[in-house]
């Protein structure tokens, strides 16, 4: 007889791990306990050596389902002649324990709420060890019921008995709850409480074609019918949301496709227990109103991953699903909010007395040759550590000011916020800080040090300053590049890195995004950019490309060539150039985004915009698949440094427009260019050192 001491780290609370190590140790006829403790899961177990061994093997091999281990340690103790095994309360102490993400509904607790004669029918608030809210219901670690606000809800004799018995999926499942002393439903209209059944309320509504706020697992959402083009378009003018496309919810995947192409890895991501957003491409028969999706190809669609949610998609097809905010403010997610604000884009509330203790915006994934890629990194997948090979602090990384997200690191798990959003608005700021001090305590992780952007007047940087801590500002391509090569284990310090994006401050006091780095990711240095233009009128050219467009066409072609193009505003465009002459706020950037708004906006597609990318979105989805060609840039070496000179390519595209050649075509030639200076520049680097 032995007996060993198994501590198990990772995300192991929360997911069924103790019921697990109970149901094995019985089967193995082991001796001993398990608990839960802050630094994850502790076991004893005592019995015969081959039954141990078969225990560890397994415990390895075959955890549940949601679980992920990152660590197993075990030590051979003194036998204590054990009788039984049992699960003890958990332990108190320092946190050195992961949470698990919100996970999507079950197909248990869906045959459940679904079933006529299951106690739980139609309940809205079921779950089990395999799935429900943890993250966004979670203050405290460990993971006990009443460190959730699932605390104020006393079982029924029936809920205790499941969350107290091993072999039932619902032992230990914090949530747990049933319409006998769970949480419940209400519907309000005009700011009254209405008595009726909510389910049926919101059904009747939604069929009238109203807008309804919904309560879900993180916060609420705008919900309409994503068939009803009226719906859709009061939705957009009351949200102030123009042209951005909505995320949809469907059905079934049988639903799906019958709106969506759908390949075996997008079938896969869609089902999955994270139940993402994911971006598809619309069939031509795609039924949903035009609005919904305005001039973009491709629909952001998620399954129901609630209770609720399954519930009400049983009389609903395919509902608009977006965020329940104002503008750019964060998504509501207190019952006194939505009452407060949400009544001026929404008809009537459906919500309940479950308190979400933190908001949760869905995740967006997007599946590109069999790969699924994360756009927003959120719910079914925050707070699961991303791991460091070799970290050894704790370090603060605080995010740039456009769709902020914060990362906090301690050793080698690095611990990814959910999105935030810009930190233009004082709501989003102030969810920012507070999220960030819930980190700190819920990892037990105090900073050593701040990592920030190098631009001054970001919230973030601010931010950072005033933690009087060791302060590291970093380079905005240099944090890409540097993300990159930590994210395939690169390890060297000889590296290419071509970076294109939008906005970022610059070494020179520029505005880069349209960079080379060669280094690693200690440090780099930039070897490459894209020739200069100016903004002209500042940050009113990121929401207006036709003056990207009117400065690089000034550049390429000379003045009046280039005024000869802007006809429809030939004033504004003389001044805004003359004022661009005397650098009159025209700050001057490398940004490859601003050259996408720009060629978009030269080809028609996209002279102002409502939503980040759109003119590089709508001119991407332009392409014509047949057409043949390619514009180019060509590399000019100023002093050791390669200059991307877009003037030609310009030049060409307006030829090509004056000739008649469509903008899908245009698109393809443009696209094939930047693919071409990505290897061209590459080879130029490295023939270089």
Partial sequence: MVRYSVEVKGIVQGVGFRPFVYRLAQKLCLSGFVRNTPQGVSVEIEGRKSSCEAFIKELRESPPRLANIEKIGFTELLPKGDTGFIILSSSEGLCNTFISPDIGICDDCISDITSKSNRRYRYAFTNCTNC????????????????????RFLQCPACSHEYENPYDRRFHAQPNACPECGPHL??????????QDPIDLFNLCISRGEVVALKGIGGFHFVCDAKNEEAVSRLRKRKLRYDKPFAVMMKDIQTVEEYCELNPTEKKVLASPQKPILLLKKKASCAVAPSTTKLNDRLGVMLPYTPLHCIIMQENEVLVMTSGNLSDSPMVFRDEEALDKLSVVCDSILTHNRCIYRRVDDSVCFVINEKNYMLRRARGYAPEPLHLDGGKST?????????????????ENAFVSSHIGDLDDADTCKSFESEIESFIRLFDAVPQAVACDMHPDYFSTRYAYRLNIPLYPVQHHHAHFASVLAEHGLKIDNAIGLIFDGTGYGEDGCIWGGEALFGGIQESRRVGHLRYFPLLGGEAAIREPWRAALACADIAMGRETALSLFKENPDEARILLEA?????????????????DAVASLAGVCRQTSYEGQAAIEFQQLMEKEANGSYHFEI?????????????????????????????IVSVRFHRAVVELIAAAASYERGKT
């Fill in 580 to 596: 661009g002459d005397k650098k009159l706020n025209s700050p001057l950037t490398s940004s490859m985004g601003r050259l996408f």
């Fill in 186 to 195: 209400s519907f309000f209209k005009n700011g009254e409480y209405l008595s």
């Fill in 132 to 151: 429900g809210p943890r993250f966004s219901i979670i203050n405290d670690i460990p993971y006990d019921r009443r460190n959730t606000t699932m605390d």
């Fill in 395 to 411: 370090i603060l990384a605080v995010g740039p000011q456009q769709k902020n997200t914060f990362c906090l690191t301690k050793g």
């Fill in 636 to 664: 000019i070496n100023e002093n050791e440094i390669m200059i991307f000179d877009w003037r030609q390519l310009i030049c060409d595209i307006v030829s090509d427009l004056n000739r008649g050649v469509s903008a899908g």
